[in-house]
């Protein structure tokens, strides 16, 4: 399980952002309304019109009920919206750098509700770094790296996990347990990644993933299992010097403070159930080496958690899916995971006030 299973008392909503308005961040959240699963307190942040025209472009009875930003109507049907207008009108699969600024006013409302104690939690759906990036952003990389920004702390950790507790009652769940994976280097391209893998970036992710596996997810002695970088973790040095140089040492200083640290471990090894017996979270050196595996075990019934932020923020484990944009045919499984544990987290950080 993600977290142990704290039912959510906050009088707090927890609120959504519905991301790229191209994508199907939209209409994942409208589902999710449609269905009657979204729990009470769900707010959603973006465009009430955009909202409307593909709730019935897509033949979903949803009503959107337009809220000032910090007002909930209790006791309603249908899906609470704290407005942001769009600076285009959006068609459904084609990017408009123009709500570039759009999505992120959207970021920003969620920031600003639960840094004053409006909302308990922010949950985003999917935005398209690319867009944002030539909307004006150049710097942009992420909602990790944009949230650690606008929180104004020195560092994040990106981790996702999927949870077996949430999804044991969908029948397309085929996974045997829960997985935690996070990275040491994010969105980064690959011929970049060796130069960050430093013995200052393992040592500071790797606390920083420790310290809220305790603080958010009650694990007392959090053990993590660390990826080497190279094939087969290196080989002594003869396939690549990253471990012997950076890795261990970093890892060795860990285990001196007393951290329960595994590895490094060969990558594609470490995934097999003999090794994460008993291991609380995998740390992959990049993105793809950790996503891939969480991705092939849950897909769909997985959460993206920022670690280290003053706010609890969960993600889906997907994209914005143009492809699948406006045809009603796209999965809100991790929508609704994410919700799910953005609640669980929420209520644990009220009642452990953490
Ligand atoms: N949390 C976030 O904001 C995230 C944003 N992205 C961004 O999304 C954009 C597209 O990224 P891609 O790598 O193409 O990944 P993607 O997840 O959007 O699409 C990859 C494949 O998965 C399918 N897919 C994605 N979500 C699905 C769902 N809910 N149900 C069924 N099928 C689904 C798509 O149709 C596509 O075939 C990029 O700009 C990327 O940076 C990617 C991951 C997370
Ligand atoms: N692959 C995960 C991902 O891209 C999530 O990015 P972020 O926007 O949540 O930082």
């Not at 006013?105 to 922010?122: I, R, Y």
């Not at 996974?175 to 393992?202: C, K, M, Q, W, Y």
């Not at 973790?233 to 690549?240: F, N, P």
């Not at 609380?280 to 959460?303: E, N, R, S, T």
Request: aromatic share 4%.
């Amino acid at each position: 399980m993600l977290v142990d299973t704290l039912s959510s008392d906050s009088a707090l909503p927890v609120v959504v952002t519905t991301g790229e308005p191209a994508g199907i961040g939209p209409e994942l959240m409208l589902m999710l309304a449609a269905q009657g699963i979204l729990p009470a307190g769900t707010v959603a942040i973006g465009d009430p019109d955009m909202l409307r025209q593909r709730a019935a472009a897509l033949g979903l009875s949803v009503t959107v009920i337009e809220c000032s930003p910090g007002e909930y109507p209790s006791g309603t049907h249908g899906l609470p919206v704290w407005p942001v207008a769009l600076n285009e009108p959006a068609t459904p699969g084609v990017l408009n750098p123009a709500n570039a600024d759009y999505v992120l006013a959207t970021l920003a409302l969620a920031v600003d509700a639960c840094q004053k104690g409006q909302a308990a939690a922010m949950v985003t759906a999917p935005l398209h770094k690319g867009v944002i990036i030539e909307g004006g952003h150049p710097a942009f990389t992420g909602h990790t790296e944009w949230l650690r920004d606008a929180c104004g702390v020195d560092e994040v950790v990106m981790m996702l996990a999927t949870d077996t507790a949430l999804h044991a009652a969908s029948p397309s769940w085929q996974g045997s347990g829960d997985l935690r994976v996070a990275l040491v280097t994010t969105h980064l391209p690959l011929r970049n990644v060796a130069d960050a893998i430093t013995f200052e970036r393992v040592t500071r992710i790797s606390r920083l993933l420790a310290a809220d596996l305790q603080r958010q997810f009650g694990i007392a002695k959090p053990r993590i299992a660390v990826c080497g970088l190279n094939p087969h973790a290196g080989e002594d040095g003869h396939l690549g010097r990253e471990e012997l140089d950076v890795i261990i040492p970093a890892l060795d200083a860990l285990r001196a403070e007393g951290m329960d640290i595994l590895g490094p471990l060969p990558a594609d090894t470490l995934f097999t159930p003999r090794h994460l017996a008993g291991v609380d979270a995998v740390l992959a050196m990049y993105h793809d080496q950790g996503l891939a595996v969480l991705k092939y075990a849950g897909f769909g019934q997985a959460a993206n958690i920022t670690l280290g932020l003053p706010l609890v923020r969960t993600s889906v484990d997907h994209g914005t899916a143009l492809d699948l944009a406006g045809k009603g045919v796209a999965d809100p499984g991790s929508l609704n995971v994410a919700i799910a544990l953005a609640r669980r987290l929420a209520a644990r950080r009220l009642s452990a006030e953490i």
